[in-house]
Protein backbone atom coordinates (compact mmCIF):
# COMPACT_ATOMS: atom_id res chain seq x y z
CA UNK A 1 0.00 0.00 0.00
CA UNK A 2 1.61 3.44 -0.93
CA UNK A 3 1.88 5.79 2.31
CA UNK A 4 1.63 8.57 0.54
CA UNK A 5 -1.97 9.27 -1.11
CA UNK A 6 -3.18 13.04 -2.30
CA UNK A 7 -6.51 12.26 -2.18
CA UNK A 8 -6.88 10.83 1.08
CA UNK A 9 -4.07 14.06 2.35
CA UNK A 10 -6.24 16.22 1.09
CA UNK A 11 -9.68 15.19 2.15
CA UNK A 12 -8.38 14.14 5.63
CA UNK A 13 -5.12 15.69 6.59
CA UNK A 14 -4.04 12.39 6.92
CA UNK A 15 -1.35 9.71 5.32
CA UNK A 16 -2.53 5.91 5.21
CA UNK A 17 -0.45 5.15 8.84
CA UNK A 18 -2.22 8.14 10.69
CA UNK A 19 -5.49 6.76 9.24
CA UNK A 20 -5.21 2.90 9.82
CA UNK A 21 -4.38 4.12 13.59
CA UNK A 22 -7.80 6.17 14.08
CA UNK A 23 -9.42 3.08 12.26
CA UNK A 24 -8.06 0.65 14.77
CA UNK A 25 -9.36 2.67 17.77
CA UNK A 26 -12.41 2.87 15.72
CA UNK A 27 -13.21 -0.77 14.63
CA UNK A 28 -13.97 -2.16 18.61
CA UNK A 29 -17.41 -0.16 18.05
CA UNK A 30 -17.71 -1.88 14.73
CA UNK A 31 -16.91 -5.53 14.83
CA UNK A 32 -18.29 -6.92 11.74
CA UNK A 33 -16.45 -4.07 10.13
CA UNK A 34 -19.59 -2.38 8.44
CA UNK A 35 -21.70 0.43 9.79
CA UNK A 36 -25.74 -0.56 9.58
CA UNK A 37 -28.35 2.06 10.58
CA UNK A 38 -31.73 1.63 10.56
CA UNK A 39 -33.54 4.61 10.40
CA UNK A 40 -36.97 3.95 10.52
CA UNK A 41 -39.22 0.57 11.83
CA UNK A 42 -39.50 -0.19 7.84
CA UNK A 43 -36.99 -0.64 5.11
CA UNK A 44 -33.77 -1.89 4.88
CA UNK A 45 -31.04 -1.14 6.43
CA UNK A 46 -28.28 1.39 5.35
CA UNK A 47 -24.53 0.08 5.31
CA UNK A 48 -21.45 1.06 4.81
CA UNK A 49 -17.71 -0.08 5.11
CA UNK A 50 -16.21 1.25 8.60
CA UNK A 51 -13.18 2.67 6.50
CA UNK A 52 -16.04 4.77 4.93
CA UNK A 53 -17.83 6.39 7.92
CA UNK A 54 -14.28 7.27 9.47
CA UNK A 55 -12.97 8.49 6.41
CA UNK A 56 -16.56 10.79 6.11
CA UNK A 57 -16.75 12.02 9.03
CA UNK A 58 -13.26 13.22 9.16
CA UNK A 59 -13.40 15.19 5.83
CA UNK A 60 -16.68 16.41 7.24
CA UNK A 61 -15.31 17.85 9.67
CA UNK A 62 -12.44 19.23 7.93
CA UNK A 63 -14.96 21.23 5.37
CA UNK A 64 -16.81 22.54 8.11
CA UNK A 65 -19.57 20.69 7.71
CA UNK A 66 -19.47 20.63 3.85
CA UNK A 67 -22.92 18.49 3.12
CA UNK A 68 -23.00 18.95 -0.99
CA UNK A 69 -19.55 18.02 -1.54
CA UNK A 70 -19.43 14.94 0.56
CA UNK A 71 -22.33 13.48 -0.89
CA UNK A 72 -21.14 13.32 -4.17
CA UNK A 73 -17.77 12.22 -3.04
CA UNK A 74 -19.34 9.38 -1.13
CA UNK A 75 -22.28 8.91 -3.05
CA UNK A 76 -24.83 9.09 -0.35
CA UNK A 77 -28.08 10.90 -0.17
CA UNK A 78 -28.58 13.56 2.42
CA UNK A 79 -30.82 11.90 4.90
CA UNK A 80 -28.32 8.74 5.12
CA UNK A 81 -25.49 11.47 5.22
CA UNK A 82 -26.81 12.69 8.20
CA UNK A 83 -27.10 9.25 9.99
CA UNK A 84 -23.41 8.07 9.47
CA UNK A 85 -22.40 11.65 10.56
CA UNK A 86 -23.97 11.61 13.90
CA UNK A 87 -23.30 8.29 14.54
CA UNK A 88 -19.62 9.02 13.18
CA UNK A 89 -19.09 11.61 15.56
CA UNK A 90 -20.10 9.61 18.69
CA UNK A 91 -17.95 7.15 18.05
CA UNK A 92 -15.04 9.21 17.60
CA UNK A 93 -15.79 10.94 20.67
CA UNK A 94 -15.93 8.17 22.55
CA UNK A 95 -12.55 6.89 21.35
CA UNK A 96 -11.11 10.24 21.92
CA UNK A 97 -12.49 10.12 25.42
CA UNK A 98 -10.91 6.66 26.25
CA UNK A 99 -7.40 7.79 25.06
CA UNK A 100 -4.79 8.88 27.65
CA UNK A 101 -2.74 11.55 25.74
CA UNK A 102 -6.37 13.69 24.28
CA UNK A 103 -8.47 16.16 26.14
CA UNK A 104 -11.98 16.78 24.94
Partial sequence: MRQQCPGLITLTKMNHFA????????????PNGRVSIKSSPIGHKHKIY???????TIAWARTRGGQFAMNLIFGMTASNFQMYIKFGLRI???C?????STKI
Fill in 50 to 56: TENCLGL
Fill in 96 to 100: LNKHT
Fill in 92 to 94: IVN
Fill in 19 to 30: FTKCLKAYLPFC
